[in-house]
T-cell receptor
Framework: KQEVTQIPAALSVPEGENLVLNCSFTDSAIYNLQWFRQDPGKGLTSLLLIQSSQREQTSGRLNASLDKSSGRSTLYIAASQPGDSATYLCAVSPRSNDYKLSFGAGTTVTVRA | ETGVTQTPRHLVMGMTNKKSLKCEQHLGHNAMYWYKQSAKKPLELMFVYSLEERVENNSVPSRFSPECPNSSHLFLHLHTLQPEDSALYLC?????????????FGPGTRLTVL
């Protein structure tokens, strides 16, 4: 069974600092990995999706890397802003043709003005 | 705002009540999902429907009863719930059940069981 871990569970940084969020998974047989953002009491918004054959994806200030062999992904957010305060979740899709996503518990980020 | 809507957004109920959660998707998708999100825990998949047929029932207690009358609507009927059922219930939809079909999430219903 795939286990997804996100450390730390919470992170507080001053505005302008770069954010580094970690995601690890136990089974490297994945199809893709996705990073989501969740605002308090809200649903999930997809930020970046990395296919298993890719090493990284970028969107604006966000960059996600994937090291499938070591079971790790990192989400970098450059020059953080208070509006980046949210919970960030990672989810992996299995290599088998299966819809079941395995989610981490998330990292809650607070960016202090 | 996503193409998946959920009502109500907040619900408080007693253990003896009966209530229903509603999800509607406007994306022309054929698959719909119910997830439970408890504090500090990963999302748990509860039910999956494809073309109105249930394809997944992830060992969910019978006090949760899903219904999918058509591919655009999904309900979760609740009765005799327990306080530990308090959580955020998220609905999602996807074009199909292939691994390449991205899931789109609704805003969730925050459920509190007293």
């Amino acid at each position: 069974k795939q286990e997804v871990t996100q450390i730390p569970a919470a992170l507080s940084v001053p505005e302008g600092e770069n954010l580094v969020l970690n995601c690890s998974f136990t089974d490297s047989a994945i199809y893709n990995l996705q990073w989501f953002r969740q605002d308090p009491g809200k649903g999930l918004t997809s930020l970046l999706l990395i296919q298993s054959s890719q090493r990284e994806q970028t969107s604006g200030r966000l960059n996600a890397s994937l090291d499938k062999s070591s079971g790790r992904s990192t989400l970098y957010i450059a020059a953080s802003q208070p509006g980046d305060s949210a919970t960030y979740l990672c989810a992996v899709s299995p290599r088998s043709n299966d819809y079941k996503l395995s989610f981490g518990a998330g990292t809650t980020v607070t960016v202090r003005a | 705002e996503t193409g998946v809507t959920q009502t109500p957004r907040h619900l408080v109920m007693g253990m003896t009540n009966k209530k229903s959660l509603k999800c509607e998707q406007h994306l022309g998708h054929n698959a719909m999902y119910w997830y439970k999100q408890s504090a500090k825990k990963p999302l748990e998949l509860m039910f999956v429907y494809s073309l109105e047929e249930r394809v997944e029932n992830n060992s969910v207690p019978s006090r949760f009863s899903p219904e999918c009358p058509n591919s655009s609507h999904l309900f979760l009927h609740l009765h005799t719930l327990q306080p530990e059922d308090s959580a955020l219930y998220l609905c999602a939809s996807s074009l199909g059940l292939a691994r390449s079909d991205t899931q789109y999430f609704g805003p969730g219903t925050r459920l509190t069981v007293l």
